[in-house]
């Protein structure tokens, strides 16, 4: 029982801060509850495409792209590396920050150009070659 209630707040407080991420993006909460979809919607977040999802369950390559998801979704934040880092090291900290706080989302990465042509197409896609 001692273990138990400061696990369940701890469950409880990551849930809603990562839902209120969620919603800040412009998706539904409970879409962020959901396991394999939530990545999905995650990916859309930060402007990936879903196939990134397969490189999430190759072992030791996933740490690689689990990291680099992390870091664009501080960018799509504003937020700077250092907010990545601590979305790495101290979740419990910056998770509720990123969900409770003023930041906005900025479109995938951070690019607000990028959103913009993501909001009128929902078509966006970073790796997609620029078209002149």
Same mark, same amino acid.
């Given at each position: #029982? ?41 990916? @859309? ?26 870091? #664009? ?5 504003? @937020? ?13 900290? *910056?998770?509720?920050?990123?969900? *409770?706080?003023?930041? !906005? ?15 009128? !197409?929902?078509? *966006? ?8």
């Amino acid at each position: #029982m001692v273990f138990f209630v400061p696990f369940l707040i701890f469950t409880i407080v990551m849930i809603v801060a990562v839902w209120k991420i969620y919603q800040k993006a412009g998706y539904h909460g409970w879409e962020s509850i959901i396991p394999i979809y939530s990545t999905i919607i995650l990916l @859309k977040i930060i402007g990936k495409p879903w196939w990134w999802l397969l490189m999430m369950l190759i072992p030791g390559i996933n740490i690689i792209f689990a990291i680099w998801a992390t870091n #664009m979704l501080s960018k799509s934040f504003g @937020k700077s590396e250092g907010f990545t880092a601590g979305l790495i090291f101290l979740p419990f900290i *910056f998770y509720p920050v990123l969900g *409770f706080g003023d930041a !906005k989302y900025l479109g995938p990465y951070g690019d607000k150009d990028a959103f913009l042509s993501y909001s009128d !197409k929902r078509t *966006f896609d970073f790796e997609k070659p620029q078209q002149l």
